[in-house]
């Protein structure tokens, strides 16, 4: 594996010699964040030698380089998800590459489905911690030395200091924000409602096809990690229509403009 992440990043290398302060992941809704900063230099995932390429409609597959405002910064514009069949390892290689490449921050966004009856559809939620059950670890089989300990601790993965960060932020931009634990399950289908209890009792938030397990590769690596979730629909059994892709959709639309504005601002800010 970290000769494959090698390769990757010797491939990269080859195209842009950049170093980037931050790490941001895009997800739902942020898909065009991209266009809005100074851009360097864009590499399509499948320029890249032993890259894990992205199928999701709407996904575009692609790291951008460049600045927000006077921040340099790698964005992954399309992640790669586990339910599209990519093992743990290749589903988290791209985290580890932006790591690699000289991130030492990184801010995790996504669309989730909220299963604490408080929220509502087109919140923010900060993501204070995060519960894996629901997906095999990222960092099973061989531990990769070069990176990081083989029994990394997991007691801060979301940064303290980065979550007051975003407190900050969200109130400097007049947007009110949850806080709450994300859970990982693996898609492509959403939850059952028995599921989505299941996550309530432990204490889960809201619930997602993502991140967690990017957050656990980055933090086995030593990156200091944030992470907002756009909560695009109520979870099953909370919400009393059928979820599809289109409501998540629409939902991240519609709120994309405050999105942008707080991961801006937290960038900026990180
Ligand atoms: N469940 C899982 N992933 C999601 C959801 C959901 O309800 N909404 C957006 N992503």
């Not at 494959?4 to 080859?14: F, G």
């Not at 890259?51 to 399309?78: A, C, L, N, W």
């Not at 604490?116 to 059950?133: L, V």
């Not at 059928?242 to 707080?262: C, I, P, Y």
Request: proline fraction near 4%; hydrophobic fraction near 40%.
């Amino acid at each position: 594996m970290y000769k494959k992440l090698v390769t990757c990043l010797e491939s990269v290398r080859k195209k842009i010699d950049f170093k980037p302060e931050v790490a941001l992941i895009l997800g739902s809704g942020l898909g065009d964040f991209a266009d809005g900063i100074k851009i360097e230099q864009t590499i399509d995932y499948t320029e890249i030698e032993g890259f894990p390429v992205s199928t999701v409609k709407g996904h575009k597959g692609r790291f951008v380089f460049g600045y927000v405002e006077d921040t340099p910064v790698v964005i992954m514009q399309g992640r790669v998800h586990y339910y599209e069949g990519y093992k743990m390892s290749d589903v988290v290689l791209p985290t580890r590459l932006m790591g690699m490449l000289g991130a030492k921050k990184i801010l995790l966004t996504n669309a989730a489905g909220g299963c604490n009856p408080s929220y509502k559809a087109g919140d923010f939620m900060m993501i204070t911690d995060h519960i894996t059950t629901g997906v095999p670890s990222p960092l099973i089989g061989p531990n990769i030395d070069e990176l990081g300990t083989r029994f990394p601790d997991m007691s801060e993965v979301y940064s303290k200091r980065l979550q007051d960060v975003i407190r900050k932020c969200a109130a400097e931009c007049g947007v009110e924000i949850q806080e709450g634990v994300y859970v990982q399950f693996t898609g492509p289908n959403y939850e059952t409602p028995a599921e989505i209890r299941l996550a309530q009792s432990w204490g889960g938030d809201a619930v997602g096809m993502s991140t967690a397990c990017e957050a656990m590769a980055a933090r086995h690596m030593g990156m200091e990690i944030c992470g907002i979730s756009c909560i695009t629909n109520m979870a099953a059994g909370i919400s009393k229509v059928e979820l599809n892709h289109k409501e998540v959709q629409e939902t991240a639309d519609r709120v994309a403009k405050s999105f942008k504005e707080l991961v801006t601002k937290v960038v900026v800010n990180m």
